[in-house]
């Protein structure tokens, strides 16, 4: 007979957790099932059934006596030097955060007042100008208008007035 493969470790343990009871009712029977079908997995489940009982022979360590006081005694002194500390910083966080929420509002008194002297001082309003005067600026875009419209975006033309196009002009 030929020899069979071992277990994979999903099916080791899903195995596992039928052994230690952790399994739902249904996925429990689905394990059992293969138990009952597969002599492969009934002999793993053997094995760690017998490899389970064996811990139970292994002694089981104690803790000191004292165990208990010495890991209180040592939380202790950090507990209350940590509740001091965070009693002690409470009125400083509060501080904090009331000293950064005046900046902001500050800042933003002062952005939106300032805005219209900044304006009025580094962009001056634009006059006013005619329709004429407007083209008369614009007369070389008004010459070439019919050669712009077949254009299909201003790339193209920031693309031609590269110098190293056609040079400088």
Do not use: C
């Not at 104690?62 to 002690?88: C, G, H, W, Y």
């Not at 100008?129 to 975006?153: I, N, T």
């Amino acid at each position: 007979m030929p020899e069979q493969p071992p277990l994979n470790d999903d099916e080791r343990a899903e195995l596992i957790a039928y052994l230690d009871g952790e399994l739902e009712l249904t996925d429990a029977e689905a394990v059992e099932r293969k138990l009952n079908g597969d002599p492969r997995i009934r002999a793993e489940a053997d094995a760690l059934r017998r490899t389970f009982n064996l811990l139970e022979f292994l002694p089981k360590p104690e803790p000191s006596p004292n165990f208990t006081n010495q890991t209180l005694d040592r939380v202790n002194p950090v507990r209350k030097s940590t509740s001091l500390r965070l009693i002690a910083s409470r009125p400083r966080r509060w501080m904090k955060r009331v000293g950064w929420a005046a900046a902001i509002l500050l800042a933003g008194v002062i952005g939106y007042g300032g805005a219209p002297w900044v304006e009025a001082r580094f962009w001056p309003a634009a006059q006013p100008v005619s329709e004429a005067e407007q083209m008369a600026r614009d007369l070389r875009v008004l010459e070439q208008l019919g050669l712009y419209q077949h254009v299909p975006d201003n790339q193209f033309l920031n693309e031609l007035d590269r110098p190293e196009l056609f040079g400088d002009e």
